[in-house]
């Protein structure tokens, strides 16, 4: 039993370094044989600590340009017209690796659990002698300089001639070698046999300059039809970057440069356990804080279609890589660009959004271009039913004074005279709405998102949808039957963020000082508690939980102030805050609000009174956890009843010189010692809600903290000592 025990550990342990990235076996060999290579690593690894001044949360947008441009040849070796990868699908494998590194708005390479790298790799237009090239050169198996008999390519034995056979000098070039079929020794000294189950395998920047790139297999390249040919080539330019598998180091020590993948914003994974499936698991527990696994980065080994980013930290890793003397470094050289063609001299390709997605007449809004290939001409053409607009920089920002839905054209030219032309029909949509207050709205309505308002949900997955629960007890808010949800139970993704964002809401009436504005809303969630009982990984509690976050425009949602957030166990509506599960994830975990499991929030809008344009934007991140409700939002107005100034109480007392309420605190200036002050605070219904009693005081100021934990109104205090009482309102406001 034990040893057949250690056979399943020796063959899942083959399986995570092996499973369809050859990266981390075939380091080994080439540690073995160039032990020189371990020192470069280990100095990589420590160039890490100085590259670390990226922003570690980026905004939605940028208008920024690629940083690197890194030039690229695609050596495809094919043995007859079959596997001959035409040009087209070369080009598709491209796009996608610009969308992936660049985080490219409104494409599948945009999350918000990533960041742009701000890297572009450029397929080469001018050869090593400086004639035009396509990028993708041709190599036939049979022919020279190659004369294989087979197709099948043996990377224990092949590797080096191959790449010495056709490789571009790799001091100005990234290459890329298509082989008809991949095959792997299964342990050392084997022969060949396992082929088409390693998909492709890379080098790092500290290897050897002739090995330096990365192969693939024919069917694990954009377009074969095949699973695994979407993003292997993003996974293994991952590798190039210096960038491990999320497992490489296991759980390791609790020093994060030391574990998984020696990056410290990803959470490690246990070295037996690599992800080849999305599942809530934690395999490592020592990382602090301990994260559940992330196994969306393209560095793990789920499927292509679920892989969502790299996140900062491997980015900084990336950048030590380049900036660190290694074979990276002259590859980003800027004199280079013109030499192979590549960036403002290469292929080109348009790409833009806009922000805020939904605007406002007379408030400003932009358009960004992300355009691969580094243009220096940009020509935008809105054109609308009675507006049109055009525009020459690369982030223009607009004012329209018609309500429209306008179509929008960008044309983009670099300095190799190449064009390229994207229309995103019926795209940019200008509201001219401002609704008055008092704004209600409790999702009773059929329309989602309500008329006016909309969904921001930039990566195209799950978002916000109504709710509606006709079975009492489980309901909305109070009596209303719908409500607003985002089901992060069932997301399967962390950090993914999704808004619901309000109409407009016109509080340029209120300017009067007395005259207050609030938002008023109702939310309710549980967040998960989830252990796993297995021995592998070992069991553990992870708790998973999720954030609402509420923030507040001026200006039609161009710019944006956190005014409210909460998470996790503090966002949390029932008495024991997570719903536990253990062993298994039924669906009863899956949390859905008695009509009495909420709570409601307050949040003054003083600082936007007076705009024309207010939006309100409720925005959740998935933490994976529980199901997330809001409902019955109201935006209206009050009249303060106390001035928000303190006003002196002349109360013709004989000990009380003056007595006045500020900021939750009651100041009393006493003209003499008291020996039993008695103090209490009355609700409007003449409860008594607080009490002090038998405070003997000396003459001069003294100072109570009044009640917090009260609802917002005004009360009555009450003040007597030595026979004499006196009365105080003041309004309580949380
Ligand atoms: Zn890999």
């Known amino acids: 039993m034990k040893r057949y025990l250690g056979y399943v550990l020796a063959l899942s342990r083959l399986l995570a370094q092996e499973g369809w990235c050859g990266f981390q076996g075939y380091e080994e060999i080439l540690l073995r044989e160039n032990p020189e290579i371990q020192l470069r690593k280990v100095l990589l690894d420590q160039a890490q600590y100085f590259i670390s001044h990226r922003k570690a949360q980026q905004e939605n947008v940028r208008c920024i340009t690629s940083h690197y441009v890194i030039p690229m040849v695609v050596h495809v070796i094919y043995s007859d017209a079959s596997n001959m990868i035409p040009f087209e699908r070369v080009w598709g494998q491209m796009l996608r690796v610009f969308e992936d590194f660049r985080r490219v708005p ?55 001639s191959m790449k010495r056979a056709t490789g571009w000098d790799p001091s100005k070039y990234l290459n890329i070698w298509i082989v008809p079929r991949l095959c792997v020794a299964p342990s050392q000294g084997a022969s060949c046999t ?45 590798h190039n970057l210096a960038l ?46 301990d994260m559940p696994d992330n196994m969306r980065n393209y560095m793990d080994y789920v499927p292509d279609a679920e892989m969502t980013h790299f996140t900062s930290g491997q980015i900084d890793r990336a950048y030590a890589a380049i900036h660190g003397n290694t074979l990276l470094t002259p ?87 190449r064009r390229d032309t994207l229309t995103k029909t019926k795209y940019l949509i200008i509201q001219d709405t401002a609704l008055r207050l008092p704004y209600r ?36 808010y109070g009596r209303s039957r719908s409500s607003a949800a985002l089901r992060f139970f069932d997301y399967n993704h962390y950090h993914e963020k999704d808004s619901w964002i309000t109409p407009p809401l016109n509080l340029s009436p209120y300017t009067q000082p007395e005259v207050q504005v609030r938002l008023r809303f109702s939310y309710a969630y549980a967040c998960l508690t989830y252990e796993n009982t297995g021995t592998s990984p070992p069991a553990h509690r992870t708790h998973y939980e999720d954030e609402l976050t509420v923030y507040v425009s001026a200006d039609c949602g161009n710019t944006w102030q956190r005014v409210w957030q909460k998470a996790g166990r503090a966002l949390a509506t029932i008495p024991n805050l997570c719903i536990q599960a253990i062993g298994g994830i039924p669906n009863t975990a899956r949390f859905s609000p008695d ?50 100034h303190p006003v002196y109480l002349s109360t013709g007392a004989s000990f009380i010189e003056k007595a006045y309420v500020h900021e939750g605190k009651l100041y009393l200036h006493l003209h003499k010692s008291l020996l039993s002050l008695n103090l209490s605070a009355y609700d409007i219904f003449g409860k008594e809600v607080w009490r002090l009693r038998d405070y003997s005081l000396s003459p001069g100021e003294c100072t109570f903290s009044l009640p917090e934990a009260l609802t917002e109104g005004v009360y009555l205090l009450r003040i007597e000592s030595e026979g004499e009482i006196h009365t105080l309102r003041y309004w309580h406001s949380p």
Not at 131 to 138: H, N, Q
Not at 201 to 229: C, E, H, K, N
Not at 266 to 287: E, H, K, L, M, S
């Open 106 to 160: 409104e494409t599948q390479g945009y999350s918000n659990a990533g960041v742009d790298s701000e890297i572009e790799f450029s397929l080469a237009t001018k050869d090593p002698n400086g004639r035009p090239t396509t990028g993708v050169v041709y190599w036939r198996l049979y022919q020279p300089p190659l004369n294989w008999s087979s197709p099948n390519f043996c990377r224990e034995t092949q590797d080096e």
């Open 244 to 289: 491990y598998h999320p497992f490489n180091e296991g759980c390791g020590s609790t020093n994060c440069l030391n574990t998984g993948d020696k990056v410290c914003d990803t959470p490690p994974t246990n070295q037996i356990d690599g992800n080849f499936a999305v599942r809530r698991q934690n395999t490592c527990t020592n990382d602090s804080p």
């Open 331 to 417: 590859l980003v050289q800027p004199t280079l660009r013109q030499i192979t063609g590549t960036g403002p001299y290469g292929y080109i390709k348009a790409y833009f959004t806009a922000w805020p997605p939904v605007a406002c007449v007379g408030q400003p809004v932009r358009l960004y271009s992300y355009s691969m290939g580094m243009p220096h001409i940009y020509q935008w053409i809105i054109t609308g039913r009675r507006e049109n607009r055009t525009a020459n920089t690369q982030c223009p920002a607009f004012t329209f004074s018609q309500p429209d839905t306008y179509t929008v054209r960008l044309v983009v030219e670099n300095l190799s005279g």
């Open 441 to 476: 709205e409790s999702f009773e309505g059929s329309t989602f998102p309500p008329v006016h308002s909309y969904i921001y949900n930039p990566d195209q997955r799950q978002t916000w949808h109504r709710t509606t629960n006709f079975i009492p007890p489980h309901g909305a």
């Open 595 to 644: 009509s009495n499991r909420w709570r409601t929030d307050t949040i003054l809008l003083s600082a936007f009174k007076g705009s024309s344009h207010v939006r309100i934007r409720f925005e959740g991140t998935s933490g994976w956890g529980n199901n997330l409700f809001i409902d019955s939002i109201v935006v209206d107005t009050f009249h303060r009843l106390m001035p928000a």
């Open 194 to 238: 396992n082929c088409n189950t390693v998909a492709g395998y890379a080098y790092f920047p500290t290897s050897r300059a002739v090995l330096f790139g990365t192969v693939i297999g024919a069917d694990f390249f954009w377009g074969s039809g095949q699973p695994r040919s979407d993003r292997t080539l993003v996974h293994e330019l991952g």
